[in-house]
Nanobody
Framework: QVQLVESGGGLVQPGGSLRLSCAAS????????MGWYRQAPGKQRDLVAS???????NLADSVKGRFTISRDNAKNTMYLQMNGLKPEDTAVYYC?????????WGQGTQVTVSS
C-alpha cells in the first residue's frame, strides 16, 4: 500500500513563494512518473507540472518561468517550488505518482494566494 504525503501549502501574498513536497511512504516502490495537479473550486483538476524518473519535466504554460518541479529519487520525494505566486494559482494541489503496480494520489494541500 503506497501513501503519498504532501506538505508545504499555505497562505501567501501575491508575488510570494511556497515549496510543496510530496513524500511516498508505506511501500517501497519506484515511480517512473510523478506530477503535481491542482483543482480550484468548481474547476477540473489540471496538470501543473510533471517529472519522469529520468529527469524529463513538463510544466503548464501558466506556470512556466515561475514554478520548478524536481524529485529526489533516493528519498522518493517530489517538490514543487512556486515563485511569483498569483491569485489564480489558488487551488488544492495534489501529488500524483505512477508505478508499475499502480497509480496513486495524495490527499491534496491547499495553496491560497491572496492579499
Amino acid at each position: 500500500q503506497v501513501q503519498l504525503v504532501e506538505s508545504g501549502g499555505g497562505l501567501v501574498q501575491p508575488g510570494g513563494s511556497l515549496r510543496l513536497s510530496c513524500a511516498a511512504s508505506g511501500s517501497i516502490v519506484s515511480f517512473y512518473y510523478m506530477g503535481w495537479y491542482r483543482q480550484a473550486p468548481g474547476k477540473q483538476r489540471d496538470l501543473v507540472a510533471s517529472i519522469y524518473s529520468g529527469g524529463t519535466t513538463n510544466l503548464a504554460d501558466s506556470v512556466k518561468g515561475r514554478f520548478t518541479i524536481s524529485r529526489d529519487n533516493a528519498k522518493n520525494t517530489m517538490y514543487l517550488q512556486m515563485n511569483g505566486l498569483k491569485p489564480e494559482d489558488t487551488a488544492v494541489y495534489y501529488c500524483n505518482a505512477h508505478a508499475t503496480i499502480g497509480i496513486y494520489w495524495g490527499q491534496g494541500t491547499q495553496v491560497t494566494v491572496s492579499s
